[in-house]
């Protein structure tokens, strides 16, 4: 049984790589959050977020190492450091 190479489709005019990234290397962001957390750092039991819940870790700011840029219509992704 042979498999068929799929060929990806992209739509070039939907990415725009004419804007340049909001943040750049060093800049201090909030990393998001996953799953939501207590005020003391413990995972929530259901895993599902809440109104009032935190959707970013606002205890420790994050530095920038690296910008990534894909071909997708929201191009830029952050490496952040630890």
Same mark, same amino acid.
């Given at each position: 049984?042979?498999?068929?190479?799929?060929?990806?489709?992209? #739509? %070039? *005019? $939907? %990415? @725009?790589?004419?804007? +340049?990234?909001?943040? +750049? %290397? @060093?800049?201090? /962001? &909030?990393? $998001?959050?996953?799953?939501? %957390? #207590?005020? &003391?750092?413990?995972?929530?039991? @259901? =895993?599902?977020?809440?109104? =009032? #819940?935190?959707?970013?870790? /606002?205890?420790?700011? $994050?530095?920038?190492?690296? /910008?990534?840029? &894909? *071909? +997708?219509?929201?191009?830029? $992704? &952050?490496?952040? @450091? =630890?």
């Amino acid at each position: 049984m042979m498999k068929k190479k799929m060929k990806m489709c992209v #739509d %070039i *005019s $939907r %990415i @725009n790589m004419d804007q +340049s990234p909001k943040y +750049s %290397i @060093n800049d201090l /962001v &909030y990393r $998001r959050l996953e799953v939501p %957390i #207590d005020k &003391y750092g413990n995972k929530l039991h @259901n =895993g599902k977020f809440r109104q =009032g #819940d935190n959707r970013y870790e /606002v205890s420790v700011p $994050r530095k920038i190492t690296q /910008v990534l840029a &894909y *071909s +997708s219509p929201n191009p830029w $992704r &952050y490496i952040l @450091n =630890g």
